[in-house]
């Protein structure tokens, strides 16, 4: 190809980009003035916020991150957190989240697999991240401390909210093509070892698209963005797209329930995320009553299976409130159906439909397509989609075999494309040579009054093989007996699907997210099945 034909599709590709870094810039042409982001008593501007990218992705440039460099985030909500993400997409630079809950082990895992050559730490985490750095064995070329907590800067670490006021305000010049990729997520999976999922611009703009069409986002929200944005649900699901239409987000902490409603009433907040503990929370709570709620317009839910007594006591206590079922997976970027407001009642505890630039199919273990009614897995085709396992590519080919990516869930497509998700594949308890989906049991458990949160799994038996447990958090002020729901569920289902045993506690494990954590419940109540009778 001549020289100056190179020269032309060069320029023609860079006046074609949609890169991720160019989200804020865009957002901040069209209205500079607006309020673009909340935290504390921190208000920025989309010009601001913009400018305050500039300036930090510069620092970051100072300091030796290039293009395609790894650079680990850990850290709880905060305002750094957004800048850092855009000024390592502006470098072209791949943004690697992680749970603040993990030990120094399993961080240190993520940055020798991922290959990290910076870090960014929340203050009060830099003790973590400095043993994972010590057992990683990594040289980072960067360490940015995010001052929140502490009165100065750990010892090793430099000061990111320093970076923000670098004198170099212009935007970097580098050459990003749309689908390199930008943001790695490790999924947790059901491998002893999480695997780094690689997105591109191209899926994650083909996904912001679907969240925006499919949930009905715009520009005149006011959203809260409360749950952790290491996670893609939060961040790619709701934050980011508020950025991308010029929304104004509200960045908390943590999702305390009490907070939610006060920032709800004050800041006029038209649109909220929670997974479903998190909305139960909300319900509990003595204020919910008590708060101006009115202009709660959406809610959004996923991260795990929404008992259909909530959706229909939100339905009650909300009035007009329109609510999405947002289905999928990190690998997903990470939604892959959409179950909207006019079907919640209608398709009770279905996922939806495919959203709009996704495919899905429900297939036998042989990659064929099943009847409608028929369980199967879940499998998808999408511009969303990873770009694959980094490091992994025998997973990656696993994953991706026959050209539709396996998602690990089971499921149930109705004969108008309606998706039911019947459990994980590692969920689906098998009792005396039956399948008992937990889901199922779950279902039926929540709709007894004294119940608030239940989780259903397996545990080894002697002879069954797998015997049904239920694990019961009561709701407030009630109590509940283990005796009472083992009855109520031999009255409501058939006998091999009903609990053996039952535990009431006091709370579930769970994760940043929100999603009850049943490798825990499984762990620490293996021994009870070989205690029972046939």
Known sequence: MPASETGVNAMIASARGHRLGDLLRRSAARDPGKTALVYGNLRQTFAELDETVNRTANALAERGVTKGDHVALLS?????????????????????????????????????????????VEDALAGTADAAIGQAGVALKVRGAIREKLEGVPEGWECVQDWMTHADATE?????????????????????????????????????TSCIADGEMSAADVEIHSLPLFHCAQLDCFLTPDLYLGATSIVLPAPDAATLLKTIAEEKVTKLFCPPTVWIALLRHPDFDKTDLSTLRRGYYGASIMPVEIIKELHARIPGIRLFNFYGQTEMSPVATVLKPEDQMRKLGSAGRPAINVETRVVDDDDRPVPPGTVGEIVHRSPHITLGYWKNPEKTAEAFRNGWFHSGDLGVMDEEGYLTVVDRKKDMIKTGGENVASREVEEIIF????????AVFGVAHPKWIEAVMAVIVPRPGLSIAEAEILQYCRERMAGYKAPKLVKVVDSLPKNASGKILKRDLRNAYADLGSGLGG
Do not use: C, W
């Not at 689908?179 to 999480?194: F, I, W």
């Not at 709709?447 to 239940?454: D, F, G, N, R």
């Open 172 to 208: 970097p010049d580098v050459d990003v093509e749309d689908d390199a990729p930008v943001q790695m997520l490790y999924t947790s999976g059901t491998e002893s070892r999480p695997k780094g999922a690689l997105l591109s611009a191209r899926s994650l703009y083909a996904h912001y």
């Open 447 to 454: 709709t007894h009054p004294a119940v608030s949160e239940v």
């Open 76 to 120: 709880h909500n905060n305002h750094a957190f957004v800048v850092i993400r855009f000024a390592l997409a502006r470098l072209g630079a791949v943004v690697v989240p992680i749970n603040f809950m993990l030990n120094a082990g399993e961080i240190a895992y993520i940055l020798e697999n991922a290959e990290a050559v910076g870090m960014v």
